[in-house]
């Protein structure tokens, strides 16, 4: 149990495109979901937190019009990185919450956006 | 505010050997802790977790970490490591609001 999908997995982009990445909680109901970013061996940032049909919270120094978040159902969260530029090339990471005491978060295997 | 100090960048021991990746928190309330591991290009996979229970919290494949609130600890140690261990390891806070905070993390390398 407790699975969470990205599709897709692996993406290259012209600079100046936009390109959209799912996050799916494929077995029980996010409350909330997450999304990381990290950079080749570096740990993993916390860009925004997004609850189902609530705007997203943003991290500081993150720009919203940059990284859009829509999370329409408890099981679908979506960035979608607007005009692309090559320093936006990483390794991006939802993971989901099903609002347990614990806290814990089911990771998603990530997306590895390339941008040329 | 929560933070975690992952104390070395990189540990490398011999397969058969036992394992230590040291940890430090520090946190406003009583924490949950969890230890991740990530193999290369590949999904964080959670190691074991401490949420208030017993202080010694056993994992997956071996691991175990010791919860000590008067140290700010929770090292993540294994007794014996297999080639299939070496990979990327993060310590991880939550302050009771689900915000996880990662360590800078510890790559493990394990010798023939």
């Known amino acids: 149990g407790a699975v969470v999908s990205q599709h897709p997995s692996w993406v290259i982009c012209k600079s100046g495109t936009s390109v959209k990445i799912e996050c799916r909680s494929l077995?029980?109901?996010?409350?909330?979901m997450f999304w990381y970013r990290q950079f080749p061996k570096q740990s993993l940032m916390l860009m925004a937190t997004s609850n189902e049909g609530s705007k997203a919270t943003y991290e500081q120094g993150v720009e919203k019009d940059k990284f859009l978040i829509n999370h329409a159902s408890l099981t679908l969260s979506t960035l979608t990185v607007t005009s692309a530029h090559p320093e936006d090339s990483s390794f991006y990471i939802c993971s989901a919450w099903g609002g347990t005491v614990s806290y814990e978060q089911y990771f998603g295997p990530g997306t590895r956006l390339t941008v040329t | 505010a929560q933070s975690v100090t992952q104390l070395d960048s990189h540990v490398s021991v011999s397969e058969g050997t036992p394992v230590l990746l040291r940890c430090n928190y520090s946190?406003?309330?009583?924490?949950?802790l969890f230890w991740y591991v990530q193999h290369p290009n590949k999904g964080l996979q959670l190691l074991l977790k401490y949420t208030s229970a017993a202080t010694l919290v056993k994992g997956i494949n071996g691991f175990e970490a010791e919860f000590k609130k008067s140290e700010t600890s929770f090292h993540l140690t294994k007794p014996s490591a297999h080639m299939s261990d070496a990979a990327e390891y993060f310590c991880v806070v939550s302050d009771n609001d689900y915000k996880l905070s990662f360590g800078a993390g510890t790559t493990v390398t394990v010798r023939a």
């Open positions: 077995d029980f109901q996010a409350t909330t």
């Open positions: 946190s406003s309330y009583s924490p949950s």
